[in-house]
């Protein structure tokens, strides 16, 4: 397209739509498919938001660019949670739906509006697959590590259940329960406050070796799960390091998409990293919790460990 900006929007319309739609939902039914909307959102403004960013600014900077996308991004999020958590005590939850329209929307119009899209040379009329395979070969090396790593890296939402399983048997269900919420917010303080940190490293020094660092400390996070006691000491080490990899993880790879690609297939790039991450989630969440399931917790988090460390070694020895 010769804009990507439309796509944004667009993108940040059907989300927030989305959301809102929980309001008028009385089945379980349709509050899946008002996901499963939000969500086909989500990978439309996605890749074009990134290609926006990444041309808004000048290559030296990539990594501080995008490591502040990501603080910001999680900011709204833990700042969303904890408006919704005290509207609670004097609004329905229907009315807490309807009210998220209004953020929605002014996301939606700050990106119309505010950012401005620089001039694209002329467009080729390539196909889909056409684009793919032109794609370069270092950036489909990197993305072969990225989806290692990412069949590994399961959902966070299973963490919070290893921190209530943990804990319940000396705290009680209920105090278990609100303390997994807390090692759960503590994963995001740092994941915010880590990620512009870290890509400001990116921009100084390689990146391909931090990033493998992120992945190498999602390794020792695994190795902690699998043979350290799960008290809450050890709890609030695996929820700061996973906070600290994520950071790392998000701002290293879309500031390595960006660098390793042509300016004009900045689009493409972004599309196939999220694509390979969203399979890469599904798949990892799928496998991590059928092992837990039929076997072990640690045999679980042993191949999520093994995940971790593979593609920790393809990013390492990437040129």
Not at 22 to 41: D, K, P, T
Not at 53 to 77: H, I, K, N, P, Q
Not at 139 to 154: N, Y
Request: charged share 15%; with cysteine; net charge positive.
């Amino acid at each position: 397209m010769p804009r990507r900006k439309p796509l944004a929007v667009v993108g940040y319309i059907i989300t927030s739509l989305a959301v809102g739609s929980f309001a008028l939902a009385h089945n379980v039914w349709q509050v899946g498919i008002s996901r499963m909307i939000g969500w086909f959102g989500r990978g439309m403004r996605t890749p074009a938001r990134k290609a926006l960013l990444a041309g808004a600014v000048s290559r030296e900077y990539y990594g501080r660019a995008f490591g502040l996308e990501r603080a910001m991004d999680e900011t709204g999020g833990l700042l969303g949670a904890v408006a919704a958590a005290l509207l609670v005590g004097f609004l329905s939850f229907r009315s807490i739906f309807l009210w998220t329209l209004v953020p929605g929307a002014l996301a939606a119009l700050a990106i119309a509006l505010l950012v401005r899209e620089k001039e694209r040379a002329t467009i080729n009329k390539l196909s889909l697959a056409h684009s793919l395979r032109e794609l370069p070969d270092k950036f489909r090396r990197f993305l072969f590590g990225v989806a290692l790593f990412g069949a590994g890296d399961f959902a966070k939402s299973m963490l919070i259940l290893l921190a209530t399983l943990s804990l319940t048997p000396t705290l009680g269900t209920a105090k278990a329960a609100s303390m997994a919420l807390v090692l759960y917010i503590l994963h995001k303080v740092f994941y915010m406050s880590c990620s512009y940190p870290t890509g400001h490293l990116g921009d100084h020094f390689d990146k391909r070796r931090l990033l493998a660092g992120s992945y190498a400390l999602a390794a020792a996070m695994g190795l902690l799960l699998m043979f350290a006691p799960m008290n809450l000491s050890f709890l609030v080490v695996v929820f700061v390091l996973s906070g600290i990899y994520a950071a790392g993880q998000d701002a290293l790879e879309d500031s390595l998409t960006a660098e390793l690609v042509d300016e004009r297939q900045h689009g493409m790039a972004f599309g196939t990293l999220a694509t390979v991450n969203g399979v890469g989630d599904f798949f990892s969440s799928v496998v991590v919790g059928l092992l837990w399931t039929q076997f072990s917790p640690a045999t679980a988090f042993g191949y999520a460990t093994l995940m971790f460390i593979s593609g920790t070694m393809v990013i390492w020895r990437l040129k």
